[in-house]
């Protein structure tokens, strides 16, 4: 008798050995997994882009012919992560947009320089091997630090200052997708598209209730750490 409690409690301490031996590999095994997602998914993300861009102006008026020319943004991201499928993303952005346009038989070929402040949200999907797709949207308020308008020659001698055509402030939609590739430890590229449509008119001195406004689209190309 003796000798089969002696065996029943060698089964015993080995069940509690095994049953301790898979509660600390669990344990170990989530305690990992959350380093892991929370070193790939920091609360705070940094980075930057560049990206080149196609710009162009738009009027009300139907028969005032405008052109494109080449833009060009780069700057700071930032992302805040809520721990869902969305981020919020700003930053602080050096956009240069432009275009042609034709007034009154004058053509007026203008390119400013903005600082945007992008603010969006950013809804991703859950990754797919190294992959994570993303659709982002908002608004971008913008101050001019810079413009430069040029005039067809022969209407150069107007008395007009070309500097002072365009609002010190806009506002801006952003619309844009993309993708960011995981390089390990939450660092990523970024790769996508943006189109940007200004809501509020950016001139201030040509007469009459029309309205002109930029828009760009861009290649954005950066990385996320």
């Not at 034709?102 to 603010?119: C, K, S, T």
């Not at 500097?163 to 939609?173: D, F, H, K, Q, V």
């Not at 993708?179 to 007469?207: C, P």
Request: hydrophobic share 40%.
């Amino acid at each position: 008798m003796i000798t089969g409690k002696k065996k029943c409690l060698r089964k015993h301490k080995w069940t509690v050995y095994l049953l301790m031996a898979c509660f600390c590999i669990t344990n170990s095994n989530l305690f990992s997994q959350n380093t892991t997602q929370n070193q790939e998914e920091p609360e705070l993300r940094f980075g930057f882009h560049v990206s080149p861009s196609i710009a162009w102006m738009k009027t009300d008026v139907d028969n005032d012919g405008t052109g494109n020319r080449a833009g060009f943004s780069y700057g700071l991201i930032i992302e805040k992560n809520t721990g869902h499928s969305y981020t919020f993303a700003t930053g602080i952005d050096v956009t240069y947009k432009g275009g042609d346009v034709n007034v009154l038989g004058v053509n007026y070929d203008f390119m400013a320089q903005y600082i945007e402040i992008p603010l969006t949200v950013k809804m991703r999907t859950r990754p797919i091997g190294y992959m994570t797709y993303f659709a982002r949207a908002g608004i971008a308020p913008a101050i001019k630090i810079q413009e430069e308008v040029t005039l067809d020659p022969e209407f150069s001698l107007l008395d007009e200052e070309p500097s002072r055509y365009i609002r010190n402030l806009a506002l801006s939609m952003i619309i844009s997708i993309g993708a960011e590739y995981s390089l390990g430890s939450g660092t990523a590229l970024v790769g996508g598209v943006t189109f940007n449509n200004n809501f509020t008119d950016i001139m201030k001195n040509f007469e009459g209730e029309d309205r002109t406004i930029f828009n760009y689209f861009a290649f954005n190309f950066g990385v996320l750490f």
